[in-house]
């Protein structure tokens, strides 16, 4: 005798059959577009740097890229536009100017500015200490005359680290005296021990663009603007727009900028193009035409010869095996962003690394294999398993029925 749950078994096996055949399963991650890495000679740390085209082929965010080995193993990778570019690149210690002033109401500290640089921020390093204290930050070019920058600055309290000591930003109106004296208030309390100031350098942080392909734009006047038209041959990640104006010699003029690749054309940005200014729109979008409105009032119109658009430079950032070959699978507007274990970049200054690239985009063979198999009209098929799947289950019921009624009295 068939039992129910033997027929339960059969008939999960069949729906199975069914969705894992279904188109829906079959389209899965499909990459259409692949780009082979350059070849590495030495294993290390390593930044892709990733072509307009490829970029154009991606959805916007580039979450569906993915980089595999020569094993076919996924790597896992950072882009750059992910992480933090201001990376504190060093310290400058400010040398303490002593002073006798230390009393049973204050703990004072005096730091040297040697170049007077302009300063806002100024970074003290302190051993551990839970006190309730206020801070006051003054200045002065000849230590005799003081003046107040700033008063009442929470001292901060030590962190949960083992590290003995610990450090407080001190932020304040920019200034640039010869020393800046550290008053902690504590009356009638022990003093706070500050063992160093100074403040930290940081890479200023200016964005790498790399030129498009020939653009297409024309211009036309009407009811006192300029209407341009900018088309590219594909949907690119456009980051800025150069304008080259001939004439007139001084000019200041409001520009709204409007995605118009799509029937509803959204507004980018609203700026000002100016004869004392570089020329340059900045803007994010990924797109193949843009319409930018240049409002004249009752001036001439700007006469522009010649327009380029850039994109700012993205790069995959990952750990290469030397005798390994990679490649870059891009193209699948339905992948999800990737989750990866990123700990090999702490502490990395990522202007350091060394550049490589990647080959010509082309198409990727296994999609069009997959494509091959799953552009058949699977209604037919799916419509057949649901039918047997049917039938089978009459069969095993029909069966079951006709031993239970055998084995009846």
Same mark, same amino acid.
């Given at each position: 005798?068939?039992?129910?749950?033997?027929?339960? $078994?059969?008939?999960?096996?069949?729906?199975?059959?069914? +969705?894992?055949?279904?188109?829906?399963?079959?389209?899965?991650?499909?990459?259409?577009?692949?780009?082979?890495?350059?070849?590495?000679?030495?294993?290390?740390?390593?930044?892709?740097?990733?072509?307009?085209?490829?970029?154009?082929?991606?959805?916007?965010?580039?979450?569906?890229?993915?980089?595999?080995?020569?094993?076919?193993?996924?790597?896992?990778?950072?882009?750059?536009?992910?992480?933090?570019?201001?990376?504190?690149?060093?310290?400058?210690?400010?040398?303490?100017?002593?002073?006798?002033?230390?009393?049973?109401?204050?703990?004072?500290?005096?730091?040297?500015?040697?170049?007077?640089?302009?300063?806002?921020?100024?970074?003290?390093?302190?051993?551990?200490?839970?006190?309730?204290?206020?801070?006051?930050?003054?200045?002065?070019?000849? %230590?005799?005359?003081?003046?107040?920058?700033?008063?009442?600055?929470?001292?901060?309290?030590?962190?949960?680290?083992?590290?003995?000591? @610990?450090?407080?930003?001190?932020?304040?109106?920019?200034?640039?005296?010869? /020393?800046?004296? +550290?008053?902690?208030?504590?009356?009638?309390?022990?003093?706070?021990? $500050?063992?160093?100031?100074?403040?930290?350098?940081?890479?200023?942080?200016?964005?790498?663009?790399?030129?498009?392909?020939?653009?297409?734009?024309?211009?036309?006047?009407?009811?006192?603007?300029?209407?341009?038209? $900018?088309?590219?041959?594909?949907?690119?990640?456009?980051?800025?727009?150069?304008?080259?104006?001939?004439?007139?010699?001084?000019?200041?003029?409001?520009?709204?900028?409007?995605?118009?690749?799509?029937? =509803?054309?959204?507004?980018?940005?609203?700026?000002?193009?100016?004869?004392?200014?570089? =020329?340059?729109?900045?803007?994010?979008?990924?797109?193949?035409?843009?319409?930018?409105?240049?409002?004249?009032?009752?001036?001439?119109?700007?006469?522009?010869?010649? $327009?380029?658009?850039?994109?700012?430079? =993205?790069?995959?950032?990952?750990?290469?095996?030397?005798?390994?070959? @990679?490649? #870059? %699978?891009?193209?699948?507007?339905?992948?999800?962003?990737?989750?990866?274990?990123?700990?090999?970049?702490?502490?990395?200054?990522?202007?350091?690394?060394?550049?490589?690239?990647?080959?010509?985009?082309?198409?990727?063979?296994?999609?069009?294999?997959?494509?091959?198999?799953?552009?058949?009209? /699977?209604?037919?098929? %799916?419509?057949?398993?649901?039918?047997?799947? %049917?039938?089978?289950? #009459?069969?095993?019921?029909?069966?079951?029925?006709?031993?239970?009624?055998?084995?009846?009295?």
């Amino acid at each position: 005798m068939i039992s129910r749950q033997k027929i339960k $078994i059969i008939g999960l096996i069949f729906i199975g059959f069914i +969705i894992r055949n279904s188109p829906i399963y079959a389209q899965g991650n499909l990459f259409k577009y692949k780009a082979d890495v350059q070849k590495i000679d030495t294993s290390g740390i390593y930044k892709i740097e990733l072509s307009s085209d490829l970029c154009a082929k991606s959805v916007a965010s580039l979450h569906d890229l993915r980089l595999f080995d020569s094993h076919e193993k996924e790597i896992a990778y950072a882009l750059s536009s992910d992480l933090s570019i201001d990376v504190p690149s060093g310290f400058i210690a400010f040398p303490e100017i002593k002073s006798s002033a230390n009393t049973d109401t204050v703990t004072v500290y005096i730091s040297e500015n040697k170049n007077k640089l302009n300063i806002n921020r100024l970074w003290v390093k302190l051993r551990n200490t839970d006190a309730n204290r206020t801070i006051d930050i003054s200045g002065s070019d000849n %230590l005799q005359t003081w003046f107040a920058i700033k008063e009442n600055i929470p001292l901060a309290i030590a962190d949960d680290s083992n590290a003995p000591d @610990y450090e407080q930003a001190l932020t304040f109106p920019t200034s640039s005296y010869h /020393y800046f004296k +550290i008053k902690v208030n504590g009356k009638n309390k022990n003093p706070i021990d $500050i063992l160093q100031s100074g403040i930290y350098v940081v890479n200023s942080y200016k964005p790498e663009f790399s030129a498009l392909s020939a653009i297409q734009f024309s211009a036309r006047d009407s009811d006192k603007k300029t209407g341009i038209l $900018i088309h590219l041959n594909q949907p690119y990640q456009i980051n800025k727009l150069h304008l080259d104006i001939s004439a007139p010699k001084f000019y200041n003029r409001r520009v709204v900028v409007y995605d118009v690749g799509n029937k =509803q054309g959204s507004e980018i940005c609203d700026t000002v193009l100016s004869s004392s200014g570089s =020329q340059d729109i900045l803007l994010s979008a990924k797109t193949t035409d843009i319409k930018l409105n240049i409002f004249n009032g009752d001036d001439n119109s700007l006469i522009i010869s010649h $327009i380029q658009a850039f994109q700012k430079k =993205q790069y995959i950032i990952t750990y290469l095996q030397g005798s390994y070959s @990679y490649y #870059i %699978l891009t193209g699948d507007s339905s992948a999800k962003p990737a989750n990866y274990d990123l700990s090999f970049l702490k502490g990395l200054k990522y202007s350091l690394l060394p550049v490589i690239n990647h080959s010509a985009v082309y198409k990727n063979a296994a999609y069009k294999v997959h494509r091959s198999l799953t552009a058949h009209n /699977y209604t037919f098929w %799916l419509w057949l398993s649901i039918v047997l799947v %049917l039938l089978a289950l #009459i069969f095993f019921t029909w069966k079951m029925m006709r031993e239970v009624n055998t084995q009846s009295p």
